[in-house]
């Protein structure tokens, strides 16, 4: 069954809009070093989680220096802790083996330029840094899109045919972002086949503040077709 994450939370309400609409995780931006509409402190993503009902996932996106990215890990204390930096292969190893005896799970974001089709790593090529990324330790890859003007949240689609070979190629469970909405998820699970969806924009009534009627229409999408799928 396909997960559906809801990330970008600020606020207890909308933790409990997620979690009512069946979402199985939810993403709190923690001290993002790029400005970026969702950010929040890391004490601040400490009481959400905090607030996050059980049976909920949350997770902390980060970015920044190796410390600075543990030092939010032991403050928030998430379930998952998603690199959506610049990370480099030897810094991912180093965070999973730091973290491994907390049961923090490590997911690292892999951000692909909508424009030339590169990834934002060493090797370039999507394919290639997806196999390289999935031997670092990481529980999970997770494939967005960029743009000049954002690093995520960019509301812009991906060439999904690329993103389902990547998919194909790994062994660890693939997460899907870069311009979901209600209206094209259906077709992009089709093509990908991923082990969970992440949306941020696609929810939102305006930056930082989710829209229940969107949060639950694309919940339920992603449900629906599942069990018709079954």
Same mark, same amino acid.
């Given at each position: 069954?396909?997960?559906?994450?809801?990330?970008?939370?600020?606020? *207890?309400?909308?933790?409990?809009?997620?979690?009512?609409?069946?979402?199985?995780?939810?993403?709190? !931006?923690?001290?993002?070093?790029?400005?970026?509409?969702? @950010?929040?402190?890391?004490?601040?993503?400490?009481?959400?989680? $905090?607030?996050?009902?059980?049976?909920?996932?949350?997770?902390?996106?980060?970015?920044?220096? !190796?410390?600075?990215?543990?030092?939010?890990?032991?403050?928030?204390?998430?379930?998952?802790?998603?690199?959506?930096?610049?990370?480099?292969?030897?810094? +991912?190893?180093?965070?999973?083996?730091?973290?491994?005896?907390?049961?923090?799970?490590?997911?690292?974001?892999?951000? +692909?330029?909508?424009?030339?089709?590169?990834?934002?790593?060493?090797?370039?090529? *999507?394919?290639?840094?997806?196999?390289?990324?999935?031997?670092?330790?990481?529980?999970?890859? $997770?494939?967005?899109?960029?743009?000049?003007?954002? *690093?995520?949240?960019?509301?812009?689609?991906?060439?999904?045919?690329?993103?389902?070979?990547?998919?194909?190629? +790994?062994?660890?469970?693939?997460?899907?972002?870069?311009?979901?909405?209600?209206? @094209?998820?259906?077709?992009?699970?089709?093509?990908?086949?991923?082990?969970?969806?992440?949306?941020?924009?696609? !929810?939102?009534?305006?930056?930082?503040?989710?829209?229940?009627?969107?949060?639950?229409?694309?919940?339920?999408?992603?449900?629906?077709?599942?069990?018709?799928?079954?």
């Amino acid at each position: 069954m396909t997960r559906v994450k809801i990330c970008g939370l600020m606020s *207890p309400e909308d933790i409990r809009m997620c979690a009512d609409a069946g979402a199985d995780a939810v993403g709190f !931006v923690t001290e993002y070093p790029v400005a970026v509409p969702w @950010n929040i402190r890391r004490d601040r993503a400490r009481e959400l989680v $905090a607030a996050t009902p059980p049976f909920l996932s949350t997770a902390a996106v980060v970015g920044g220096s !190796v410390e600075t990215i543990l030092e939010i890990a032991d403050a928030v204390r998430p379930d998952v802790l998603q690199l959506h930096g610049d990370e480099t292969a030897q810094e +991912i190893k180093r965070i999973c083996r730091a973290l491994e005896p907390t049961g923090i799970k490590v997911v690292k974001a892999l951000r +692909i330029d909508v424009e030339s089709g590169r990834a934002g790593f060493d090797p370039a090529d *999507p394919l290639e840094a997806a196999r390289m990324l999935a031997q670092t330790g990481i529980s999970g890859l $997770a494939v967005d899109s960029k743009t000049a003007k954002r *690093p995520a949240g960019t509301g812009v689609p991906l060439d999904w045919g690329v993103i389902g070979r990547m998919s194909a190629a +790994i062994t660890i469970p693939l997460i899907l972002a870069g311009g979901l909405t209600a209206q @094209n998820v259906t077709a992009a699970i089709e093509h990908v086949r991923p082990y969970g969806v992440d949306i941020i924009s696609g !929810v939102e009534a305006k930056p930082g503040v989710k829209d229940r009627r969107r949060v639950a229409e694309f919940v339920n999408i992603v449900k629906r077709y599942e069990r018709a799928e079954r």
